[in-house]
Structures are given as structure tokens and as C-alpha cells.
């Protein structure tokens, strides 16, 4: 099979978005600058309004398709709330699970405008009879006309957006733009939807909705969460900590300097290729190569965090493949690729849309990222997410993004609860800071950056109760700090129903139910219905996923 081993056009969730101490004490946000008025908070309710109707009775329809589902909704209109779904919903996406299931996926939308944050998912069982549906809805837009004509070209739109994030010269990939409906701030804007992505001790993925009428900035957010004929073989190298790996590697040959070895794997059926490159401790990313070793022993000093990410960069695959039929980040086989020595003394490691990053840590409070297991689970399973759910990097949408990634970490390195505990550098370990976070105990590890910690009590929250309401420029609103509680939630039902029924659970409730704009409510109904699609209703399973979200004040 021939393939080419290209360098990948470079979203980005960091696995700490900044957790390490500053030395910058921010103090929180005056309230009054805060808080919409009421009236805007009650239009801001209707904009996201949260769905999901479970039938006693299903109706059975000749087949589960997306026109059957519309004439569904129809119906049943003054039930869901969705006025006109033949004329305002668009066909998003059909699946069908190993259930037998079979989920249609619809955006709202205003003269085949998409409205952003919306999402409407019917469900069929395998008789085709409609069993549920659930999403989240404007409610809004029914209640006031939406201009959607423009008056911006794309191109001015994307020129605003680059101006707006003081984006460098040098992108990752070409900036990419979408028009839709965006509710913000009391109104419906029609605006342009523009993604901007680059390196740099910064790194962007920014999100910059440009008004499509006036070319203002309306809101804009970082959502920071590359031929021959090759045949892989075997090599093996040593790890950030001295652990042996056994490595999948492709001999390559180069012209001026003979055989070489590359950290290449093509031994997976379907699959498009694990690949790692070495980002030679700069953010330039012409300079970025794949990884390439004189022998297939990568023993170097150097050689460790490479070793590593290409190493956990399979197992992580093959848990995805084994547990849950999925094959690569997308469901498709896309490559899986990974870059080590990004930057200088880089404390994070991060999935920007296209690829993992790992820093090298500065040797105070991290080694090398690529040493953790459970990082590049983290990472992964956000490019899962981008694939799946997709949810927004800010508020609680974002800290589920980051409860979930959290989960799965700890799901495939499954040695314990926490997370990060093996990138840990020893000074770190001698202060008492042992690990990232901890999924058993959330208030036994403090909140390290004090700009978040200023908004709680200082550590890591357990329960609703101890909800850190950030702005959203502190930490997305929070999407690093409060994604504990609904970690723990997710503890409190493993320990009654095992690791293996909680991934399968968890699994299905961000693959089935969840979407864009899902809150911590939302999540607490994707994860219980998805406990009884699996084990049944009055199961032990929905029994323990209920009361594990009752006991941290989800409801």
C-alpha cells in the first residue's frame, strides 16, 4: 500500500489552559458588568432552550428516516417547542448504532442559515418507532423576524477576524468561515462564523463571529481546548521515565544519508497512520519533521517524549477500537498524529483540530506531556469530541468537553482516578503537588492558577454547591475547574458499576445524545438514558448513574 507521510495542515482544548502559577492575582469581575439585565437573561433563555421528550407509547413509522422524523415533529410541535420543523430544521446527519438505533441529527435554521447552538436528535429503535428526542432550541427566533441577508464578503469577514485575534503571519491552516445565526446578547445576529488556528507560545484556536451586516466583532473565543512504498516493522525505545516501549516504525531511505527509521506506523487495518514529528522545541512549523532515528532503538535522551506520544498515541487508539468500535479520532480512519518539543520549556500539551502538541515541560513543574498516558487520552478524546458532540469550549458545555476527556483519560490509563500524575517534575512532587486533578477526591488538589482560584474556595470543586461562576474571560467560564464535578460524578459510578460500563455509558451519551451548547442537566439525561438504552430502564446501571449525579447536585 503506498502512502505519503506529509506533515498535517496543523481546535485546540489544552490540557490546562494555563493551570501552571502565574504570578498575576486577578480579581473577580465587577458583578454589575457581569450580569445581563433580566430581560436579557430571560431572551438568553429562550435562545438555548434544553429538549428531550421520551415517549410512553412509541410511534412506529415504515422507516427511520430524516423525512419521517420532520413529519414526527410536526405532530408533535406544541410538545417540543419547535414551530415549523419542515421549514426550519436541516439535515445534519444520520447514524445508525450497534443497538440497532438510529439517530437523525437536525440544526435549526432560518432560510437554510444555520443556527448556531442548536441541535434536534430524533431517535428510533430498531422497529423504526420514534422513542425520544433531545437537543437544545432557539425559542427566540420564532418570536422576532432574522434578516439573513449580508452585507460583508466573506473575505472582509475573515480579515476582521485575523485583526481581532492579533493573529500571526504564519497560520497553521487556511481560516475557515461559515454563515450563521448567532444569538448573543438579546439578538439574533446573521454573522460569520470564522475559525483561526496558529502556533506559538499562545497558540490559537480561535472562534470569531464578525457581524455579516456592520463587520463588527460580535463575540469571539479561544477554543484551545503533513513516498514511498512503506512497510511497518518493529523497533522499541525508552520513555520520559524509563519505561521500555515497544514501537511500531517504518524504514525509510534517504538519499543523501541511507536508511533511516521513522516513527511511522501503517500496521493498523483501515487506519490512515500513527505518526509523530518532532517540533524542535520552536513554534515554526516549517521546521516540523517527522520523527526519524539512525536505528529502530530510540534510546536518545532527546528520542523519550517522542517515544512516548507514538507509543500512547496506539493505545489510546486501540482502546477506542476495541471498547467501542471506533476507528481513529473521526469514526473514518483519519491519521492520528502527534507532535513532540513544542517550544521552549512549554508547561501544557493540547488537540487543536487537526493534531496533538506536547510541551516539554520546564522541568520545575512538569517533565515532558508525552509521558502521560492519561494526557493523550485527554488530548484524543477531544479530537473524539470535535468529531462527536463537538461542545463549546466555554461555560459548562466547555467543562464537559473537559469532564469527558478527563474520563476517558483515566479510562484507558486505569491504574487509578487521577490525572497527570505521571508528568509530575520532582520539584512539583516535593511541594505536595502530585497530580492534575483527582476524579475521587476534586477537593484534595488546589486550583494552581490564581486568577480561577479568586472564584471559589481554592480547590477543585466536588459538587455544585462549591460551582466556580467565572466570567468568560477567566478559563472560558470556567471549563478547567468545574469539569471536577461532573469527573466526580463520573467516579461515584464507576465504583458501582466498573470501568468498562461507565466507558460504554459515557460513550454512548456523547456519540448519542449530547450536542453543542449541553449543560450539566443535559449531560445528567444523555448519561442516564444512554444507562438504560444499554442495561434497561430499572437497571442497576440507571440506578447508579442517577444517584451519582444526584450526589454532586446535578439534577
Known amino acids: 500500500m503506498k502512502k505519503k507521510l506529509l506533515?498535517?495542515?496543523l481546535l485546540s482544548s489544552a490540557l490546562l489552559g494555563g493551570s501552571i502559577p502565574v504570578n498575576v492575582f486577578a480579581q473577580p469581575a465587577d458583578s454589575a458588568k457581569v450580569q445581563p439585565v433580566h430581560a436579557s437573561k430571560e431572551w438568553n433563555k429562550k435562545s438555548s432552550v434544553p429538549l428531550f421528550v421520551k415517549e410512553r407509547f412509541a410511534e412506529k413509522f415504515s422507516s427511520s428516516t430524516p423525512a419521517n422524523a420532520l413529519n414526527y415533529l410536526k405532530k408533535h410541535q406544541d410538545q417540543t417547542g419547535i414551530k415549523s420543523p419542515d421549514k426550519?430544521?436541516?439535515?445534519?446527519?444520520v447514524q445508525k448504532d450497534e443497538l440497532g438505533m438510529t439517530h437523525v441529527r437536525f440544526n435549526q435554521a432560518v432560510n437554510g442559515v444555520?443556527?448556531?447552538g442548536t441541535e434536534v436528535i430524533v431517535h428510533y429503535n430498531e422497529n423504526n418507532e420514534v422513542v425520544s428526542v433531545n437537543g437544545r432550541v432557539n425559542q427566540a427566533i420564532a418570536d422576532e423576524a432574522v434578516n439573513t441577508s449580508v452585507s460583508l464578503l466573506r473575505d472582509a469577514a475573515v480579515k476582521t477576524a485575523l485583526s481581532a485575534v492579533n493573529a500571526p503571519k504564519n497560520l497553521t491552516y487556511e481560516p475557515t468561515s461559515e454563515l450563521v445565526i448567532y444569538p448573543f446578547e438579546g439578538e439574533n445576529h446573521t454573522a460569520y462564523k470564522v475559525n483561526v488556528n496558529f502556533m506559538g507560545d499562545e497558540p490559537g484556536n480561535w472562534f470569531v463571529f464578525v457581524d455579516a451586516k456592520s463587520g463588527e466583532v460580535i463575540d469571539q473565543y479561544n477554543g484551545i481546548l503533513h513516498t514511498e512504498e512503506n512497510k511497518t516493522q518493529k523497533g522499541f525505545g525508552k520513555g520520559v521515565n524509563g519505561d521500555h516501549r515497544e514501537l511500531h516504525i517504518t524504514q525509510t531511505k534517504e538519499v543523501a544519508s541511507g536508511t533511516k527509521f521513522a516513527l511511522a506506523d501503517y500496521s493498523?487495518?483501515?487506519?490512515d497512520g500513527i505518526f509523530t514529528f518532532d517540533s524542535k522545541n520552536d513554534w515554526d512549523s516549517n521546521n516540523d519533521a517527522l520523527y526519524v532515528g539512525n536505528s529502530a532503538a530510540f534510546i536518545g535522551d532527546y528520542d523519550r517524549a517522542a517515544v512516548d506520544a507514538h507509543y500512547n498515541s496506539e493505545r489510546v487508539y486501540e482502546y477506542f477500537l476495541n471498547e467501542h468500535d471506533r476507528n481513529s479520532l473521526d469514526g473514518e480512519g483519519m491519521a492520528i498524529n502527534s507532535y513532540v518539543h513544542m517550544g521552549t520549556d512549554y508547561n501544557n500539551a493540547f488537540w487543536n483540530g487537526r493534531y496533538m502538541g506536547y510541551g516539554d515541560g520546564d522541568g520545575e513543574f512538569f517533565i515532558s506531556?508525552?509521558?502521560g498516558l492519561d494526557v493523550a487520552a485527554h488530548e484524543m478524546t477531544h479530537g473524539v469530541?470535535?468529531?462527536?458532540a463537538n461542545l463549546a469550549y466555554r461555560n459548562q458545555s466547555g467543562a464537559l468537553n473537559e469532564s469527558f476527556a478527563d474520563v476517558f483519560g483515566v479510562l484507558v490509563d486505569d491504574d487509578d482516578w487521577e490525572m497527570g500524575e505521571d508528568i509530575m517534575a520532582p520539584a512539583a512532587k516535593a511541594d505536595g503537588v502530585t497530580r492534575l486533578r483527582s476524579l475521587s477526591?476534586?477537593?484534595s488538589v488546589v486550583v494552581s492558577?490564581?486568577?480561577r482560584a479568586a472564584y471559589g474556595s481554592g480547590v477543585y470543586p466536588a459538587h455544585m454547591g462549591e460551582f466556580y461562576d467565572m466570567p468568560l474571560n477567566v478559563d472560558n467560564g470556567g471549563v478547567h475547574v468545574n469539569s471536577s464535578i461532573t469527573n466526580h460524578a463520573a467516579y461515584l459510578i464507576g465504583q458501582e458499576i466498573g470501568r468498562e460500563k461507565l466507558g460504554k455509558i459515557y460513550y454512548r451519551a456523547l456519540t448519542v445524545y449530547l450536542t453543542s451548547n449541553s449543560d450539566f442537566s443535559d449531560a445528567r439525561q444523555a448519561i442516564v438514558q444512554s444507562a438504560i438504552d444499554l442495561y434497561g430502564e430499572g437497571s442497576t446501571e440507571q440506578t447508579a448513574t442517577a444517584a451519582g449525579f444526584d450526589a454532586v447536585g446535578i439534577y
Open 7 to 9: 506533515a498535517p495542515v
Open 88 to 93: 426550519n430544521l436541516k439535515v445534519k446527519s
Open 114 to 116: 444555520k443556527v448556531e
Open 268 to 271: 493498523h487495518e483501515n487506519l
Open 369 to 371: 506531556l508525552s509521558a
Open 385 to 388: 469530541i470535535s468529531h462527536t
Open 441 to 443: 477526591d476534586p477537593n
Open 449 to 451: 492558577n490564581p486568577q
